[in-house]
């Protein structure tokens, strides 16, 4: 069965130093691996993904996020971060042979201004 | 297009009573996901649809939780008789078919429910 690991509930940085979310997952095939935000009372909205091919995914509001297959790792990074980037961020993964994605516990991002 | 719309955004109800919440999926999308969203479990995938027909519902909580989808535009999850511990924010989701490159899922606003 598929999984995702966020190991922090919280990360706190300050603007305009560079951030990283941590993610971890498990799949059985290869994986589809996303990135989603989520701010006070609304839905999510995605950020980024990896599928195939280069290993660094460059997606929404600067960020990145680097696929590591040997560490199963999918570690959201940005290298400035901004006061207006305090939310919550949910890993996700789905088995390319599969139809369900299962979203991690949620990391709250606090930047302290 | 809009996106994924949910209905309603607020919920107030009272032990016992039945309970419907809305979702039409982008149009194109025929993939449509149910979630459940609470302090204590996160984010909960409870069922999901394929062309209109339940694919897996291994996370619905209780036999008290249905859902549908009639067509392609619209789903209904309901709950009956609802209890205090279903109060939470239920997402609806819908997406592409997962082996395209568009495969991410995009959510609706959210169904905040109440139950007292």
């Known amino acids: 069965a598929q999984s995702v690991a966020q190991p922090e509930d919280q990360v706190n940085v300050a603007e305009g130093n560079p951030l990283t979310v941590k993610c971890t997952y498990s799949v059985s095939g290869n994986p589809y691996l996303f990135w989603y935000v989520q701010y006070p009372n609304r839905g999510l909205q995605f950020l980024l993904k990896y599928i195939t091919g280069d290993n660094l995914v460059k997606g929404s509001y600067g960020f990145e996020a680097e696929f590591n297959k040997s560490q199963t790792s999918f570690h959201l990074k940005k290298p400035s971060a901004l006061v207006s980037d305090s939310a919550l961020y949910f890993c996700a993964v789905r088995d390319s042979g599969g139809f369900k994605t299962i979203f991690g516990a949620g990391t709250r991002l606090f930047v302290k201004a | 297009d809009a996106g994924v719309i949910q209905s309603p955004r607020h919920e107030v109800t009272e032990m016992g009573q039945e309970v419907t919440l809305r979702c039409k999926p982008i149009?194109?999308?025929?993939?449509l996901f149910w979630y459940r969203q609470t302090m204590m479990r996160g984010l909960e995938l409870l069922i999901y649809f394929n062309n209109n027909v339940p694919i897996d519902d291994s996370g619905m909580p209780e036999d008290r939780f249905s859902a549908k989808m009639p067509n392609a535009s619209f789903s209904t999850l309901k709950i009956q008789p609802s209890e205090p511990r279903d109060s939470a924010v239920y997402f609806c989701a819908s997406s592409l078919p997962p082996t395209g490159s568009s495969t991410e899922a995009f959510f609706g606003q959210g169904t905040r429910l109440t139950v007292v």
């Open positions: 149009s194109g999308h025929d993939y």
